[in-house]
């Protein structure tokens, strides 16, 4: 996929001469590179279970394109009922790579891309083959809990190009129980095939909805797992909201009048501050505000049999009495923009709408409907946060951090948390030189987006006075504070582990 297709697919338009000249930023070397990735040799070294510890379950719901900032939670009444009012919401949750493969592995592994070198969704530079290739597999919070005593559980979308064209019945290390599509239809929600513990099992029924397959797959395991002596670790990975925004038969009417919300950036009048990629496209037509109204109500109907889950499960819980010793997490791998800056439906952006996603946790010693809105948090943070929880020092070179004080209201003090998120995008594939490097770089703080581009361009946004991101200050403002971004960038780039976190935590601004 060259830059002109790939645009196309998440809602910009090139001007052809906006790339003559253009540098390319800070290359990585494309061999697979160990050293890098932090795993070592023999990766059960690399954790340390904590002994005679309380080990709660856990459950992790993952959905695919979930957004944060347009609104389609709201029309999820049970994850409110069940989650949001009896557990921690975490409002500024951002995935620093906002595309499904980078964004899915920083969940397994708490490293950014730049580090774990997934770097794009398709081979050879992205995807489970090179995850698999890198030999990460061996350590994720599945061998780590696995290690811990854990009974594992995986259910749904894993990663993109997963599985082996030629062995589509591999599982892979630390799950002990595993359900993922391995051919057919998944994204459309019918006619496919599960690789089921290594079996391969068709589901062709037209009543064999995947969003309730994994339901009931998901309530089973719990069901199972109860009674057994070791504690679990269950994720369930859905489809949806991911195109085509299938719902299930039942909700296919549902909401016939919402249209997507027209928010500040909707559409925009002056998108001239912006890159090429967006700084050249017409005003969105009405035919386009049309399809964007079809996609957002389609994504909330198949979000429906997500909230039903949800219930299901929660139900299950009780009724087994393991609410009082089970962590509930609910979460996406990206956002997703409708209209924003005249974007078509579509990720991958360095905007909110695409790098802020929920985060949404119940479970012991997390207060009721608490809000966390002060500290900035990232999908990096999933892993150690669930390593803590389950008695295990996770591997040195994890870039996150805990987030057990945010969630059970002990925080420490501000300034001794980190003061930049940084965001990263590398395409779809190679560039024409064979070098995989970002298409943009940037810093989201408290206060301020900062964002390099590969064309040369930088934007800036101070998120107080412009939430929406429409007026680049970049332009006008002064160049050593400029720098200061730049560098300060940088530093986090071309770091991983405890010395990346105490360069986040060092605000130079």
């Known amino acids: 996929m060259n830059r002109r297709d790939f645009l196309k697919l998440t809602g910009g338009a090139l001007a052809i001469g906006a790339l003559q000249g253009c540098s390319r930023l800070l290359p990585q070397n494309t061999a697979p590179d160990l050293s890098r990735t932090g795993i070592s040799p023999s990766a059960a070294d690399d954790i340390t279970i904590i002994p005679n510890v309380e080990?709660?379950?856990?459950?992790?719901?993952?959905?695919?394109?979930?957004?944060?900032?347009?609104?389609?939670?709201?029309y999820m009444p049970r994850l409110?009922?069940?989650?949001?009012?009896?557990?921690?919401?975490?409002?500024?949750?951002?995935?620093?790579?906002?595309?499904?493969?980078?964004?899915?592995?920083?969940?397994?592994?708490?490293?950014?891309?730049?580090?774990?070198q997934v770097y794009m969704n398709a081979?050879?530079?992205?995807?489970?083959?090179?995850?698999?290739?890198?030999?990460?597999e061996a350590s994720t919070i599945a061998t780590w809990l696995n290690a811990a005593g854990y009974h594992t559980g995986?259910?749904?979308?894993?990663?993109?190009?997963?599985?082996?064209?030629?062995?589509?019945?591999?599982?892979?290390?630390?799950?002990?129980?595993?359900?993922?599509?391995a051919k057919g239809k998944p994204y459309t929600g019918f006619e496919y095939t599960l690789n089921e513990n290594g079996a391969l099992v068709d589901y062709f029924d037209p009543s064999q909805y995947i969003g309730d397959v994994l339901s009931d797959k998901a309530d089973d395991f719990i069901r199972r797992s109860a009674g057994g002596a070791e504690p679990f670790f269950l994720q369930v990975s859905t489809y949806a909201p991911h195109e085509p925004y299938t719902p299930a038969p039942r909700h296919a009417d549902a909401f016939p009048d919402i249209q997507a919300p027209r928010t500040p950036s909707f559409n925009a009048e002056d998108v001239s501050g912006k890159p090429s990629d967006i700084r050249y496209n017409p005003p969105l037509s009405e035919a386009d505000i049309q399809d964007i109204d079809s996609v957002h109500r389609l994504r909330v109907q198949s979000m429906q049999a997500v909230d039903e889950m949800i219930e299901r499960l929660m139900n299950t819980l009780d009724e087994l009495n393991l609410l009082d010793n089970t962590y509930i997490f609910f979460i996406s791998d990206n956002g997703f923009h409708l209209g924003q800056h005249r974007m078509k439906p579509g990720k991958a952006h360095q905007y909110e709408e695409d790098i802020r996603v929920p985060m949404i946790v119940r479970g012991p010693g997390i207060p009721a409907g608490m809000s966390v809105d002060n500290f900035l948090t990232a999908n990096i943070d999933f892993p150690p946060t669930i390593a803590e929880l389950a008695g295990v020092i996770p591997p040195e070179y994890v870039d996150g951090r805990s987030l057990v004080p945010l969630l059970k209201n002990t925080p420490p003090p501000a300034e001794e948390w980190r003061q930049a998120v940084q965001i990263e995008f590398f395409g779809h594939q190679l560039d024409e030189s064979g070098e995989v490097s970002p298409w943009y770089?940037?810093?989201?703080?408290?206060?301020?987006?900062?964002?390099?581009?590969?064309?040369?361009m930088i934007e800036l946004?101070?998120?107080?006075?412009?939430?929406?991101?429409?007026?680049?200050?970049?332009?006008?403002?002064?160049?050593?504070?400029?720098?200061?971004?730049?560098?300060?960038?940088?530093?986090?780039?071309?770091?991983?582990?405890?010395?990346?976190?105490?360069?986040?935590?060092?605000?130079?601004?």
């Open 55 to 74: 080990r709660p379950n856990m459950v992790f719901i993952l959905t695919d394109d979930l957004d944060a900032q347009l609104g389609t939670t709201d």
């Open 441 to 456: 770089i940037g810093l989201r703080t408290n206060d301020h987006l900062y964002v390099e581009h590969s064309e040369g």
């Open 154 to 181: 995986f259910m749904g979308k894993y990663m993109n190009e997963y599985p082996f064209p030629d062995n589509k019945t591999y599982v892979p290390a630390g799950w002990d129980e595993w359900y993922s599509p």
């Open 80 to 116: 409110q009922t069940y989650l949001t009012d009896q557990g921690a919401s975490l409002g500024q949750f951002f995935t620093p790579t906002p595309v499904c493969c980078p964004s899915r592995i920083s969940f397994l592994t708490g490293q950014y891309a730049h580090n774990h």
């Open 123 to 136: 081979s050879p530079e992205g995807s489970f083959k090179k995850f698999n290739l890198l030999g990460s």
């Open 461 to 509: 946004y101070n998120l107080h006075a412009d939430p929406n991101q429409l007026n680049n200050l970049a332009p006008e403002a002064d160049p050593e504070r400029i720098k200061l971004f730049s560098q300060w960038l940088r530093a986090i780039y071309n770091s991983s582990g405890i010395e990346l976190r105490e360069i986040e935590q060092n605000n130079p601004l």
